[in-house]
């Protein structure tokens, strides 16, 4: 065992689920975002000493058109930055070979401790004391088909599979604080905030857990009933996570910090944002039907007032009693002014079939504890307009039927 001599501070930063959100977008608090931004701040921090890590969630097939015209283009970008990325459910998107082909462009490592094929940790040393890192695939990955996902070409059998994240977990702190004797382990990513608070109080030894998938903001918290800090920075670089730990002998006795907005105050990476506008441009003039207009809104939109006009739509269309949608579906706020379909995919960027399904009412109840409903009065069934999502994927409902109908194009033709 080895002991400092005095205490050191450490200091880590990290971002999730960047979504391949190169741009900066428009929220509730104002611009944030950029991609530029993003890494003239992170750069700046590496400099001066700092670990960087990625949550994962890189790219996201179908929406926003930059993941589909350049998929993992900005991957590379962060080499002599990055020390880390966690394995997301969104890296597969485009197939396991374009994934393979993206992955040799790293200088870093893509982890998953639970998952063949992908290192399980690594253990990186600073000022004097070793900090190790894991990630891990959610328990949710194989309901999302990840592992069909990666399967190689033509051979079924090749599919990824995924472990007890649990087990994982267990057998990898055991191994960084026996083995490796490192002085702080920290989870990365990449699962629900739910499972990261489970695992913290079911697996101890985990100084620090930095919250992905889930695309929540979270501030620096300590998980009740354990030891374990947590902080989320939310999706598509709108923060970035910066703690500092400090160690003595040998152990994590405080962390302090918080959440750094990406905004205009931050130094730019004068050259990425160069880089950008060009791709930008390029991407404008081969799609350009995404980028023209399609309405004005006379006041802004807030992401839960964007799923509640969409649920309006979808009950309206289905002539539902009520209709349902995971919060999920729904991942930002629309500006004031001109509307493409561009800012609407942003804000609903998954291209959901509205279906309905015949519920009762102890059903409906049992799926809102991470859904947005429409307004409902007691009764013993009703039609339920929903996503094919949540109908197949989230909860395996029975007893719905096809419409036809897409939920986002129903709310472009009434906005």
Same mark, same amino acid.
């Given at each position: 065992m080895h002991f400092l001599l005095a205490?050191?501070?450490?200091?880590?930063?990290?971002?999730?689920?960047?979504?391949?959100?190169?741009?900066?977008?428009?929220?509730?608090?104002?611009e944030r975002g950029g991609i530029a931004r993003a890494i003239g701040y992170l750069e700046q921090q590496k400099r001066a000493g700092a670990l960087v890590f990625s949550g994962g969630d890189m790219i996201n097939k179908g929406a926003p058109a930059w993941s589909d015209q350049y998929q993992c283009a900005e991957w590379p970008w962060f080499n002599g930055i990055v020390s880390a990325m966690a394995f997301g459910n969104h890296e597969p998107d485009y197939g396991r070979e374009a994934f393979e082909r993206c992955r040799k462009q790293?200088?870093?490592?893509?982890?998953?401790?639970?998952?063949?094929?992908?290192?399980?940790?690594?253990?990186?040393?600073?000022? +004097?004391?070793?900090?190790?890192?894991?990630?891990?695939? +959610?328990?949710?990955?194989?309901?999302?088909?990840? +592992? #069909?996902?990666?399967?190689? %070409?033509?051979?079924?059998?090749?599919?990824l599979t995924f472990g007890d994240p649990v087990e994982a977990a267990r057998s990898v702190v055991a191994t960084l604080r026996d083995k490796e004797r490192v002085d702080a382990v920290v989870l990365i990513g990449h699962q629900s905030v739910e499972d990261d608070y489970a695992l913290a109080r079911t697996v101890p030894g985990i100084d620090l857990i930095f919250g992905s998938h889930s695309h929540l903001e979270r501030h620096l918290t300590q998980i009740p009933d354990t030891k374990t800090a947590f902080v989320s920075p939310g999706q598509y670089l709108t923060n970035i996570s910066r703690l500092e730990l400090t160690i003595d002998e040998g152990r994590v006795q405080h962390v302090r910090g918080g959440l750094i907005p990406v905004e205009g105050s931050l130094p730019v990476n004068t050259k990425i944002e160069k880089r950008v506008a060009d791709m930008q441009r390029d991407l404008e003039r081969a799609r350009p039907e995404l980028f023209k207009p399609i309405g004005r809104l006379e006041t802004a939109m807030s992401t839960e007032t964007v799923a509640q006009r969409a649920l309006a739509a979808m009950r309206e269309a289905a002539k539902a009693?009520?209709?349902?949608?995971?919060?999920?579906?729904? #991942?930002?706020?629309? %500006?004031?002014?001109?509307?493409?379909?561009?800012?609407?995919?942003?804000?609903?960027?998954? !291209?959901?079939?509205?279906?309905?399904?015949?519920?009762?009412?102890?059903?409906? #109840?049992?799926?809102? !504890?991470?859904?947005?409903?429409? %307004?409902? !009065?007691?009764?013993?069934?009703? #039609?339920v307009a929903t996503t094919d999502y949540l109908a197949s994927v989230a909860y395996k409902l029975s007893s719905c039927e096809q419409t036809g109908l897409r939920v986002r194009e129903e709310l472009r033709k009434r906005l």
């Open positions: 205490a050191t501070t450490v200091t880590l930063l990290h971002f999730s689920d960047y979504h391949s959100h190169a741009l900066p977008f428009y929220t509730d608090q104002g790293l200088k870093y490592p893509v982890l998953s401790a639970n998952t063949p094929g992908f290192k399980p940790y690594v253990v990186l040393k600073t000022k +004097g004391v070793r900090i190790g890192v894991f990630a891990l695939a +959610g328990r949710d990955f194989e309901k999302l088909n990840v +592992g #069909r996902a990666l399967a190689r %070409p033509g051979r079924a059998e090749a599919r009693d009520v209709a349902v949608s995971t919060k999920s579906s729904f #991942r930002g706020a629309l %500006p004031a002014g001109t509307l493409t379909l561009e800012s609407l995919r942003a804000a609903m960027p998954y !291209d959901n079939e509205l279906v309905v399904c015949t519920m009762t009412e102890a059903q409906l #109840r049992g799926i809102l !504890d991470d859904a947005y409903v429409t %307004p409902f !009065d007691p009764q013993p069934r009703y #039609r």
